[in-house]
């Protein structure tokens, strides 16, 4: 559901699909490709080469922003789609590094043994394997902290780890794959 920018070289604003089947849905940090009119679609086997990571998110039912509860709006008069006003969405590309929250149970897994593995995308999330569950065609990030709790800033009794040091005092922020985030070198 998140994306947090910690350093990016290029935040580009491209046309988002509107009209295509299966992409209204895409959440801030999901990996996407250009369709053949070059408008932004989630990172699919029918559209494999990653272009970037969304930077906004494109959806009818939930906000995505980082430690943001489904039910909560950021656009309210948007009905959380952020792409609606001017058809466009932020694409980071060409490096940066980033923390998200949009990966795959096998990148779950990954520990500090695992730091500068390539990632690779599938179905528009960070995975270990490519599209095809052997490619390794298209690399999009390197692992730079492996899953666990982000600080919030919000003042807590959450005990959060990030970097093997406990940040206590702080809540951990909410996401998807159990309020954990990984930090990435982005390659594309």
């Not at 980082?66 to 590309?93: C, L």
Request: net charge negative.
């Amino acid at each position: 559901m998140a994306l947090i920018p910690k350093f990016n070289v290029v935040a580009a604003e491209r046309p988002v699909a509107i009209t295509t089947a299966g992409y209204s849905n895409i959440k801030m940090g999901q990996v996407v490709s250009l369709n053949t009119s070059g408008e932004v679609v989630l990172e699919s086997a029918t559209f494999p080469i990653p272009y970037g990571l969304a930077g906004d998110t494109k959806s009818t039912t939930a906000s995505s922003m980082p430690g943001i509860a489904n039910g909560w709006q950021n656009r309210a008069s948007d009905y959380f789609d952020e792409t609606k006003a001017s058809a466009k969405m932020t694409v980071y590309h060409s490096g940066g590094e980033f923390a998200t929250d949009q990966f795959a149970v096998n990148v779950y897994n990954l520990t500090t043994a695992n730091v500068m593995q390539v990632l690779y995308a599938r179905s528009g999330v960070l995975n270990t394997v490519g599209e095809d569950a052997s490619a390794t065609t298209y690399p999009v990030a390197r692992l730079l902290q492996a899953a666990s709790g982000y600080p919030s800033g919000v003042p807590g009794v959450d005990a959060t780890v990030m970097g093997g040091v406990a940040v206590n005092g702080d809540m951990k922020l909410s996401g998807d794959n159990s309020n954990t985030y990984i930090e990435i070198k982005l390659l594309i």
